[in-house]
C-alpha cells in the first residue's frame, strides 16, 4: 500500500490531521491498532477551547458540536467550605464548550468513512523503517505482516505508541513529571446541576464536577494511584463527592447510574524532540497534561494544525520552513500550556502529607485567580487557550 502522508494513530491528532490534508487534497492512510468499536466508546476529555471549536467547524466536522456543544462561560471553584465563580468569557466573546472527545471522534471518523477515505482499523504498527528518505510504516492486520510505504510518517499514536521511540533524542530531550495520585472519573446518568460544578479543593482531596451533556454528568476524584476503580459503591462515590463539594449552602450534586468508571494516573511529560527525517509526531505521543486544565485534547488539535501546514509546505508548495521549525512552533505552545496544567494541578490537589502551610498558599492562589484583576486575566487566558501562530 502506498500514501503520501502514513497516519498512526486514529486519535483526535491523527483525526484532525488527515481532515485538515484531505482539504489540501494529500493523500494520507490511517492505521489503528484498536478497533472501531473500541475508538467510538473510548471516554476521555471533554472540554473544547474556542480554538478547537473554530478548527472543526472550519473543516466541515462541526455540525454537530454547533448544536449539542455546552457553552462554558464562567468558572466555579469552591474551596475552604465556600463556592466561588469567575467568568471566563473574554472581550471578544470567546468562552469554552463542552463536548465529549468520543464525540470530537465520532465526528472525524464519520466524515472520513463518508468521504470514502481509509481509515484501518486493527492496524498495529510494529516497526519503522527508511524515516531518512523512503519511510515505510510495518504494521499487522488480519494476522498478517504489511507495510504502508509513504512520503511522510505522522506519529499520533498517544503516549504509549511506537513512533516516538523512533526519534533519536526523544529520550534525552524528555521531561517528566508524575503526581502521587491519580483521577477516578464517572461518567454518570445525572442531569448536572448548575450550581453544583468546577472544582472544588478540599482537604480530603480535589473533587470535579463537569457535564458531557444536558442529561449526563462527567464526574471526578482525587483518589491514590493504585485506587480501585470498583471498591466504591455508586452510593458511597455520590456521599463522597457531596462531602468534597460541600459549601454550606446545603445544594447536593443531583444523582444517577453510574455507567462508566475509569482511573487516570496523573503526569506532565513534554518530549522536546518531535520530529527526525520524514517522521514527526504529534498530540500525546509528544506530551501529557494533568487533566485539572483540560488541554490533552485541545494541544493534540494544535500540533494537528501545524503538522498539517509543515505538510503541505513540504508536498505541495516546495517550502520547507515550517517543516524545519515544526518542533519549535509547536513547543512554543505546548510549553505554557503544560506549565499552566501543572499550576492548576499544584494548587488544587491535597498532596501526601500536605502541611497546613501549602494549604494556605493553595488558598491565596485560588483567590488570586478568583477575585484580582490581574489574577482573573491570567485564569481566563489560559483557561481558553493561546492563539495558535498557525
Ligand atoms: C483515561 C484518560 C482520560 C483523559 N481525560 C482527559 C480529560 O478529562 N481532559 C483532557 O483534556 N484530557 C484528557 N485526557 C487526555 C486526552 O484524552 C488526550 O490528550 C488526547 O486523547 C490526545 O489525543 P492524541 O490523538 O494525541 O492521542 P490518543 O487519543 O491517545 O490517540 C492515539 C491513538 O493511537 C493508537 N495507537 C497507539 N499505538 C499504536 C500503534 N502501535 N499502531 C496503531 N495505532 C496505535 C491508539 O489506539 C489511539 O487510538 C485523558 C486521557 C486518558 C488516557
Known amino acids: 500500500v502506498k500514501t503520501e502522508v502514513g497516519i498512526i494513530g486514529a486519535g483526535p491528532a491523527g483525526l484532525m490531521l488527515a481532515r485538515i490534508l484531505q482539504q489540501h487534497g494529500i493523500d494520507t492512510v490511517i492505521l489503528e491498532r484498536r478497533s472501531r468499536a473500541y475508538v467510538l466508546g473510548r471516554i476521555r476529555a471533554g472540554v473544547l477551547e474556542h480554538g478547537?471549536?473554530?478548527?472543526?467547524?472550519?473543516?466541515?466536522?462541526?455540525?454537530?458540536l454547533k448544536r449539542e456543544g455546552i457553552p462554558i462561560k464562567s468558572m466555579q471553584i469552591r474551596w475552604n467550605g465556600e463556592k466561588h465563580?469567575?467568568?471566563?468569557?473574554?472581550?471578544?466573546?470567546?468562552?469554552?464548550?463542552?463536548?465529549?472527545?468520543?464525540?470530537?471522534?465520532?465526528?472525524?471518523?464519520?466524515?472520513r468513512e463518508a468521504d470514502g477515505l481509509p481509515i484501518r482499523f486493527e492496524a498495529a504498527v510494529e516497526r519503522l523503517d527508511d524515516l531518512e528518505d523512503a519511510p515505510k510504516i510495518r504494521f499487522v492486520a488480519d494476522g498478517a505482516a504489511q507495510t504502508l510505504e509513504c512520503q511522510f510518517?505522522?506519529?499520533?499514536?498517544?503516549?504509549?505508541?511506537?513512533?516516538?521511540?523512533?526519534?533519536?533524542?526523544?529520550?534525552?530531550q524528555s521531561h517528566l513529571r508524575d503526581y502521587p495520585f491519580a483521577w477516578f472519573g464517572i461518567l454518570a446518568e445525572a442531569a448536572p446541576h448548575p450550581d453544583m460544578r468546577g472544582f472544588a479543593h478540599s482537604?480530603?482531596?480535589?473533587?470535579?464536577?463537569?457535564?458531557?451533556?444536558?442529561?449526563?454528568?462527567?464526574l471526578y476524584l482525587q483518589v491514590p494511584p493504585d485506587f480501585d476503580v470498583n471498591a466504591m459503591s455508586d452510593e458511597d462515590v455520590w456521599d463522597e463527592l457531596d462531602r468534597r463539594m460541600d459549601d454550606g449552602?446545603?445544594?447536593?450534586?443531583?444523582?444517577?447510574?453510574?455507567?462508566?468508571?475509569?482511573?487516570?494516573r496523573l503526569r506532565g511529560f513534554v518530549c522536546e524532540a518531535m520530529q527526525?527525517?520524514?517522521?514527526?509526531?504529534?498530540?500525546?505521543?509528544?506530551?501529557?497534561?494533568?487533566?485539572?486544565?483540560?488541554?490533552?485534547?485541545?494541544?493534540?488539535?494544535?500540533?494537528?494544525?501545524?503538522?498539517a501546514e509543515a505538510l503541505r509546505g513540504r508536498l505541495r508548495a516546495n517550502d520547507d520552513r515550517i517543516y524545519a521549525d515544526y518542533?519549535?512552533?509547536?513547543?512554543?505552545?505546548?510549553?505554557?500550556?503544560?506549565?499552566?496544567?501543572?499550576?492548576?494541578?499544584?494548587?488544587?490537589?491535597?498532596?501526601?502529607?500536605?502541611?497546613?502551610?501549602?494549604?494556605?498558599?493553595q488558598y491565596q492562589n485560588l483567590n488570586h485567580w478568583m477575585h484580582t484583576e490581574t489574577g482573573q486575566r491570567r485564569f481566563r487566558t489560559a483557561m481558553l487557550g493561546l492563539p495558535y501562530e498557525i
Open 85 to 111: 465563580d469567575t467568568s471566563i468569557v473574554d472581550e471578544s466573546g470567546r468562552h469554552l464548550t463542552t463536548y465529549g472527545q468520543a464525540k470530537v471522534v465520532r465526528d472525524l471518523i464519520e466524515q
Open 249 to 264: 449552602s446545603g445544594q447536593r450534586l443531583n444523582r444517577g447510574r453510574i455507567t462508566e468508571r475509569n482511573r487516570a
Open 52 to 64: 478547537t471549536v473554530e478548527t472543526l467547524k472550519a473543516y466541515g466536522v462541526g455540525e454537530r
Open 153 to 172: 510518517v505522522a506519529g499520533c499514536d498517544g503516549y504509549h505508541g511506537v513512533s516516538r521511540g523512533y526519534i533519536p533524542d526523544a529520550a534525552a
Open 203 to 218: 482537604t480530603r482531596g480535589l473533587a470535579v464536577a463537569s457535564a458531557r451533556s444536558e442529561s449526563i454528568g462527567r
Open 327 to 361: 518542533t519549535a512552533i509547536c513547543l512554543r505552545r505546548i510549553w505554557p500550556t503544560v506549565a499552566w496544567s501543572c499550576q492548576m494541578s499544584d494548587t488544587l490537589h491535597m498532596f501526601p502529607d500536605q502541611s497546613s502551610f501549602t494549604t494556605q498558599m
Open 276 to 307: 527526525h527525517g520524514r517522521l514527526l509526531i504529534a498530540g500525546d505521543a509528544a506530551h501529557i497534561v494533568p487533566p485539572s486544565g483540560a488541554k490533552g485534547l485541545n494541544l493534540a488539535i494544535g500540533d494537528a494544525r501545524v503538522m
